[in-house]
Structure formats: structure tokens, C-alpha cells
């Protein structure tokens, strides 16, 4: 176990819809990551949040937004949805020390969303 | 061009063989971070084998190493005594130290480990 836990699990949802996702992290760490995860792919990595803040975000619409609470837990927002965003949502937690490359990610079990 | 490759899309092997899962990566910063990740059916990404760039020598946790060949941008998995319980999927990611916020995974590859 990682630590890292991911609500809702499931989650169905109409097109056009909005919905939140929510990351608690592991003990200590202060560094969040959203990823997509598209049927039969890899993780693509959606954004990342720093201390509160957005550091770096990958080719997703802005209708993908999120948030990092003084807790460093963390929410995914997603407006307008659409079919492409059915997927397995991860959230992953890390503890930035010196921001170099070896910071390991440690991985919730994700929510997968479906969207009708 | 793909950051990261992983040529394999499933692979069998017999119980308590050894078995490599390839993994080549595309990159122009000297100073970057190879991992190796599991997910089962569950869903959840366990975290396995970290490679520096910089690193000497391969990465070992256990039944798990990294043959990191650095001039052939290539870093693959090496399973040893392999169980049931390693059938999974498995990938190949990669950070960058001018890009530290991204994370860059490969398409997996399917391990089935045969009894």
C-alpha cells in the first residue's frame, strides 16, 4: 500500500457533466500528479501541482483543472465532459527534495470514469 | 518522437524463469530518471526499480533489475524467478531533470507468467 488513496472509485457520468475527483496523499509528501489513463495505454500526464501551486501541465483543455489543499490532498475538475474522457484517473504523490529526476511516484489505485 | 518505447505488448513466461521487458527512450538531457512500474488488474501503479542517469552501476530491488545500457538509450527489466503473481502490466517512464514535472510512460507491456 502506497499511502495514496483515490475517491470515488467508479464513477459514471453524461456527457457534457462535470465531475471532481479526489487524492489524499502519502504521509509527507508535497507534490501531487494527475494522470489519464486511456483502455489498453499508458498514463498521460495531465498536470502537477507544487506547494498549492500549478508546476506543470501536459496537452490537456483548461476544462481540466485542479487543486492542492494546504493538507496537500488534491482535486481533479473536469468540465464539459466527453466520451474521449472515459479513462482511469490516477493520482500519484511524491516529495520534491532537490526537484531533480529521482523523485519516485508513489500511485493511488484510481478512479475510472466512464462518461455516457 | 516517442519519449518512451516499449516494443512489447505481451509477453509469456514459465513459472520461476527469468524474463526481460524491453524499454529504449529518446532524450537530450544528460541528467534524467528511468523507473519501472507494475500494475495489476487492480489498477494501482506500484512503483518497482529507479535508474539515475548518472548511476555506475544497475539498478537491483530484489528479483527486479534494470540492464541500463546508457549509449543505447535503453533500460529494461529484468525479473528473476518469476511467480504468478508478477503477471501484470508493467512500464517503462522516464523524468527529465529540465522537465522534472512530467512524467513520461511507455504502452506497457503484459506479462503472463504460466504455472
Known amino acids: 500500500e502506497t499511502g495514496v488513496t483515490q475517491s470515488p472509485t467508479h464513477l459514471i457520468k453524461t456527457r457534457g457533466q462535470q465531475v471532481t475527483l479526489r487524492c489524499s496523499s502519502q504521509s509527507g509528501h508535497n507534490t501531487v500528479s494527475w494522470y489519464q489513463q486511456a483502455l489498453g495505454q499508458g498514463p498521460q500526464f495531465i498536470f502537477q501541482?507544487?506547494?498549492?501551486?500549478?508546476?506543470g501541465r501536459g496537452n490537456f483543455p483548461p476544462r481540466f483543472s485542479g487543486l492542492q489543499f494546504p493538507n496537500y490532498s488534491s482535486e481533479l475538475n473536469v468540465n464539459a465532459l466527453e466520451l474521449d474522457d472515459s479513462a482511469l484517473y490516477l493520482c500519484?504523490?511524491?516529495?520534491?527534495?532537490?526537484?531533480?529526476?529521482?523523485?519516485?511516484?508513489?500511485f493511488g489505485a484510481g478512479t475510472r470514469l466512464s462518461v455516457l | 518522437a516517442q519519449k518512451i518505447t516499449q516494443t512489447q505488448p505481451g509477453m509469456f513466461v514459465q513459472e520461476k524463469e527469468a524474463v526481460t521487458l524491453d524499454c529504449t527512450y529518446d532524450?537530450?538531457?544528460?541528467?534524467?530518471?528511468l523507473f519501472w512500474y507494475k500494475q495489476p488488474s487492480s489498477g494501482e501503479m506500484i512503483f518497482l526499480i529507479y535508474q539515475g542517469s548518472y548511476d555506475q552501476q544497475n539498478a537491483t530491488e530484489g528479483r527486479y533489475s534494470l540492464n541500463f545500457q546508457k549509449a543505447r538509450k535503453s533500460a529494461n527489466l529484468v525479473i528473476s524467478a518469476s511467480q504468478l503473481g508478477d503477471s501484470a502490466m508493467y512500464f517503462c517512464a522516464m523524468r527529465e531533470a529540465n522537465n522534472f514535472n512530467k512524467f513520461y510512460f511507455g504502452s506497457g507491456t503484459k506479462l503472463n507468467v504460466k504455472p
Open positions: 500519484a504523490s511524491s516529495l520534491r527534495l532537490a526537484g531533480g529526476p529521482g523523485d519516485i511516484q508513489y
Open positions: 501541482y507544487y506547494r498549492e501551486e500549478e508546476n
Open positions: 532524450t537530450s538531457d544528460p541528467s534524467y530518471g
